[in-house]
T-cell receptor, first 116, second 115 residues
Framework: AQKITQTQPGMFVQEKEAVTLDCTYD???????LFWYKQPSSGEMIFLIY??????QNATEGRYSLNFQKARKSANLVISASQLGDSAMYFC?????????????FGGGTRVLVKP | EADIYQTPRYLVIGTGKKITLECSQT?????MYWYQQDPGMELHLIHY???????EKGDLSSESTVSRIRTEHFPLTLESARPSHTSQYLC??????????????FGQGTRLTVV
């Protein structure tokens, strides 16, 4: 079974500052992938960044970076230089090697509000 | 930009009505998924499909049904809508690459309200 936990229901961040969104996971799969998605108020899910369980380096994608600590089973998302358009829900998700249908399992999300 | 479309975007319907939520993708993806999401909450997988004529139940029990007669089309049907079905329904698709890093592409969702 796969489980994703996001303990921060909501966060405020000042524009141009960095923010870290927490994500911890649990799985029995030896190989897995971790994803972060952004969901604006319009409802669609936007893929942000991916980290593989065997990747040696932390993933980065523009202003997004992933602080992956495998031993702690955490994959925190860091958004640098926050912009007003970053206000949204953010979901951490994982896919295990043995997951039926290659499905993604999602956490409960964190709502981020960027203040001007 | 993802080529996966859901219609309608918003639907308000009376209790007992039959409804079909449409989902189409033009990327040729074999795998398709339906997630249910209450406002501000996590996504729960309710159905998925490996390809044509393949459908499976997801993690969350749902009274809805799905079909997959064509690769590009994965409609979801509720035979008799109830207020408890009020939610957002998100359709997604992905390649059958077998790779862990295969991205799932999502539609814009259908916000269903049953009154």
């Amino acid at each position: 079974a796969q489980k994703i936990t996001q303990t921060q229901p909501g966060m405020f961040v000042q524009e141009k500052e960095a923010v870290t969104l927490d994500c911890t996971y649990d799985t029995s799969d030896p190989s897995y992938g971790l994803f972060w998605y952004k969901q604006p108020s319009s409802g669609e899910m936007i893929f942000l960044i991916y980290q593989g369980s065997y990747d040696q380096q932390n993933a980065t994608e523009g202003r997004y970076s992933l602080n992956f600590q495998k031993a702690r089973k955490s994959a925190n998302l860091v958004i640098s230089a926050s912009q007003l358009g970053d206000s949204a829900m953010y979901f951490c998700a994982m896919r295990g090697m043995r997951a039926a249908g290659n499905k993604l399992t999602f956490g409960g999300g964190t709502r981020v509000l960027v203040k001007p | 930009e993802a080529d996966i479309y859901q219609t309608p975007r918003y639907l308000v319907i009376g209790t007992g009505k039959k409804i079909t939520l449409e989902c189409s993708q033009t990327m040729g993806h074999d795998k398709m998924y339906w997630y249910q999401q209450d406002p501000g909450m996590e996504l729960h997988l309710i159905h998925y499909s490996y390809g044509v004529n393949s459908t499976e139940k997801g993690d969350l029990s749902s009274e809805s049904t799905v079909s997959r007669i064509r690769t590009e089309h994965f409609p979801l049907t509720l035979e008799s809508a109830r207020p408890s079905h009020t939610s957002q329904y998100l359709c997604a698709s992905s390649e059958s690459s077998g790779r862990l890093n295969t991205e799932a592409f999502f539609g814009q969702g259908t916000r269903l309200t049953v009154v």
